[in-house]
């Protein structure tokens, strides 16, 4: 068994350096280093959480539109990461308030969950573990 300690980071391709900071900070990443955005390397972010975000870019394809999502036929790679929040009512409120859309929800196993995008449509899930009934197992069909 390899021995992990913790995540270190998530790597986003993303296409316009300064909507996507700003969309991050407005979640409470600040910004600790650009290493060369423009020739493929990060800008690195970082939440007081500690989590760690690794912003690639710059993308080139269809604008708009995540191809591990957004099309009928599935492709491997990773879809979405997960957050885990203090309180789920807390944060729909903190993300309607800034017009960040909910894109789906569901509660599972003791879970609940909502997802939001970010400008180039990648997946954010936000779970919080606090209000959901944990023999309720019904809401896993919303799961996006």
Known sequence: MLKIEAVNHIGIRIREKFRSMAFYEV?????QQDVGFEE???IIM??????VLNLLGP??????HNVLMDEEEKFTGI????????????????????DIAITGSFSFGGMSAIFI???DRNVIELD???????DDMS???NHP
């Open 59 to 64: 993308a080139r394809g269809a604008e708009a």
């Open 27 to 31: 979640l409470g990443f600040e910004l």
């Open 79 to 98: 879809t979405h990461f997960a957050l885990t929040v203090t309180g789920l009512e807390e944060t729909r409120r903190f993300v309607e308030s800034r």
């Open 117 to 119: 995008r970010d400008p």
């Open 128 to 134: 919080a573990y606090d209000q959901a009934d944990p």
């Open 139 to 141: 809401g896993y069909a």
């Open 40 to 42: 493929g390397h990060p």
């Open 46 to 51: 970082q939440h007081p959480s500690g989590v």
